[in-house]
């Protein structure tokens, strides 16, 4: 069943953000942009890579006012022990959910009941807290956060300008397309 064009359901959790222990809500995800990156768990072999590379898009993220979070089934105290003892992680300024009673990977249809762990799941919610995209992956195949900035463009293009689509490969600047007869068998 797919999550797209469903709002985000109510939760309440702690994270690790920066040298603090902060509470994370639903509601932290409205009013702004959102990327949320599910993944299996802390002192592990691709997540810190895939983690790295959030980091170091999470500028390109914030300058298109949009907010990051991690999640795996960790609690908030192994994500500061984490981010203490790994270089990969220390780099980490956006908050790390802790999610041990896999209240989220439920929520978010990314928990694998047999290991008690999520998939690499990567949602990009808008400001009303509605899921607009989603990107799974399996345990062993690492993803690449540069993709999330175009689809992130194309996304607030499109809440920006109705009536209009973005095509694939789209780019910030590149004609859309509005949908009507007249483009029907045309493409």
């Known amino acids: 069943m797919s999550l797209i ?31 949320v990156c599910f993944y299996p768990a802390d002192f592990t072999f691709v997540c810190p890579t895939e983690l790295e590379d959030l ?12 907010e990051v979070y991690s999640v795996s ?18 780099k980490i300024t956006y908050a790390m959910i802790g999610d041990p ?14 290991l008690g762990q999520a998939d690499r799941g990567t949602f990009i919610i808008d400001p009303d807290g509605v899921i607009q995209a989603v990107e799974i992956n399996a345990e062993g195949i690492g993803r ?5 900035i175009n689809k992130i463009k194309a996304a607030q293009y499109v809440r ?20 009507n007869l007249d483009l029907v068998g045309k493409l």
């Open 5 to 35: 064009g469903k709002e985000v359901e109510p939760f309440k959790a702690q994270a690790y953000k920066n040298g603090e222990f902060i509470e994370v809500t639903d509601q932290d995800f409205k009013g702004q942009w959102t990327v």
């Open 55 to 66: 980091q170091e898009q999470y500028p390109k993220l914030q300058e298109l006012g949009v």
């Open 73 to 90: 089934r960790d609690s908030h105290f192994t994500h500061k022990a984490w981010h203490d003892t790994s270089e990969k992680i220390g």
């Open 101 to 114: 009673a896999h209240i989220l990977s439920r929520n978010f249809d990314v928990y694998i009941e047999d």
């Open 144 to 148: 690449d956060a540069s993709t999330l």
């Open 160 to 179: 920006n300008n109705p009536g209009e689509v973005c095509p694939a490969k789209w780019e910030e600047g590149e004609e859309t397309l509005k949908p």
